[in-house]
């Protein structure tokens, strides 16, 4: 399948789990993602914002603020077509933005650069068992990727591993992909 048909496919199922079921899944990749040394480590943490039918990433920013880590979350700079990272102190300082996807309204002066992050939460499409990652096509997170000096970690509902991710030589593996059955690391470990 190529990547067009794997995100059709692989958004269908993500879509079609149930709000109860989400709740359960989203619940046991927050526990293993705050059990992660990776995580727990951590000062600066870039979380997203979660979107549709996304791993809720809500609750973990309000648990890290909670840990006192520096919570940063990105907004799309549509004339660099980059990634503006901001730091937030509150889930009041986001309204909606690129493709109504909740963004960080601030001030440059709380702009962060990517040299100064700890720790990556990325969102995507697909996964394989080789940490390879498919996103959504606009390639932001690539260059953030490309770019990045710490740990990536995806999160995602199993229904989102396929048996394989189409790749180009630029694509970066993810460190670990944390799904609500098991963690996928790069180096091949996995925790069923």
């Known amino acids: 399948m190529d990547k067009r048909q794997i995100r059709r496919q692989v958004l269908k199922q993500r879509d079609s789990i149930s709000d109860e079921e989400k709740?359960?899944?989203?619940?046991?990749?927050?526990?293993?993602?705050?059990?992660?040394?990776?995580?727990?480590e951590a000062k600066k943490i870039l979380f997203y914002a979660s979107y549709k039918s996304e791993v809720d990433t809500f609750s973990l920013i309000e648990e890290a603020f909670l840990l006192k880590k520096t919570v940063l979350l990105p907004?799309?700079?549509t004339e660099t077509n980059n990634l503006d990272i901001y730091e937030i102190k509150d889930l009041k300082e986001l309204k909606m933005g690129y493709q109504s996807i909740p963004e960080?309204?601030?001030?440059?002066?709380?702009?962060?650069?990517?040299?100064d992050i700890d720790l990556i939460i990325v969102p995507g499409v697909a996964f394989d068992i080789q940490s390879n990652r498919l996103g959504y096509g606009k390639g932001f997170y690539d260059?953030?990727?490309?770019?990045k000096l710490?740990?990536?970690i995806a999160l995602a509902y199993e229904e989102q591993v396929v048996e394989s991710v189409p790749t180009e030589p630029h694509d970066i593996?993810?460190?670990?992909i944390?799904?609500?059955?098991?963690?996928i690391s790069k180096d091949g470990f996995r925790e069923d």
């Open 23 to 40: 709740k359960f899944k989203d619940r046991s990749i927050k526990t293993s993602l705050f059990s992660q040394p990776e995580f727990k």
């Open 75 to 77: 907004k799309v700079n």
């Open 104 to 115: 960080p309204y601030l001030p440059e002066s709380r702009i962060v650069e990517i040299k």
């Open 143 to 147: 260059k953030l990727l490309n770019e």
């Open 150 to 152: 710490c740990p990536a």
């Open 173 to 176: 593996k993810m460190d670990k």
């Open 178 to 183: 944390i799904t609500d059955k098991r963690v």
